[in-house]
């Protein structure tokens, strides 16, 4: 099956850095690749996604960028507020028996200091 | 709009009990899934279901039941509780394959 493996496992930066988190997967035929972000005691929440006729995607302070070729892809957060503080997960989904399952990396918990 | 509805939120079971974790989704999707998170592990599949009246296992399936009751439900059963067994777990939906899933908040379970 497939194999998602995500780097660093934490993150701590200063208000107003950058923050990158790194995401490799193993199935060729992984398709979609989510980001969600955890907050404390909540469900993890999508904050963006790309599909693999895409390269790079971007959504104000948020960028994705996938490799296929190399099988990584990346998020990256410009301009660091407290408020982006929390668990962020990456996904590969992936078709099993005509489904198409996510599989999540073990998830990089980000601290942004004031 | 609910979205993903789970109960309970909080649950402790005693070694050798047996309960079932609800899960219901109001946004008429056709694929489910259940999840458990442990630190430093991520969120493993337990089991998924593709569309009504079908079940799959996915990468931790053992100790664990579903039941797609309708498109609407997908349940989860303890069997026989072990203290393993004590993790957060998380019920998603989404509507079709490589789409955007949601999340319940989430049943903190432990097991003594």
């Known amino acids: 099956g497939e194999n998602v493996e995500q780097h660093p496992s934490t993150l701590s930066v200063q208000e107003g850095d950058s923050a990158v988190i790194k995401c490799t997967y193993s199935d060729s035929a992984s398709n979609y690749f989510p980001w969600y972000k955890q907050e404390l005691g909540k469900g993890p929440q999508l904050i963006i996604d790309?599909?693999?006729?895409?390269g790079e995607k971007k959504d104000q302070r948020i960028a994705v960028t996938l490799n296929k070729t190399a099988k990584h892809f990346s998020l990256h957060i410009t301009e660091t507020q407290p408020e982006d503080s929390a668990v962020y997960f990456c996904a590969a989904s992936t078709p099993s028996g005509g489904s198409y399952i996510p599989t999540f990396g073990r998830g990089t918990s980000l601290i942004v200091h004031p | 709009n609910a979205g993903v509805t789970q109960t309970p939120k909080f649950q402790v079971l005693k070694t050798g009990q047996s309960m079932t974790l609800q899960c219901a989704q109001d946004?008429?999707?056709?694929?489910m899934y259940w999840y458990r998170q442990d630190p430093g592990m991520g969120l493993r599949l337990i089991y998924y279901s593709a569309s009504e009246g079908t079940t799959d296992k996915g990468e931790v399936p053992n100790g664990y039941n579903v039941s797609r009751l309708n498109k609407r439900e997908f349940s989860l059963r303890l069997e026989s509780a072990a203290p393993s067994q004590t993790s957060v777990y998380f019920c998603?939906?989404?509507?079709?394959?490589?789409?955007?899933?949601?999340f319940g908040q989430g049943t903190r379970l432990t097991v003594v």
């Open positions: 946004m008429n999707h056709n694929s």
């Open positions: 998603a939906s989404n509507p079709r394959e490589g789409t955007e899933a949601f």
């Open positions: 790309i599909r693999s006729n895409v």
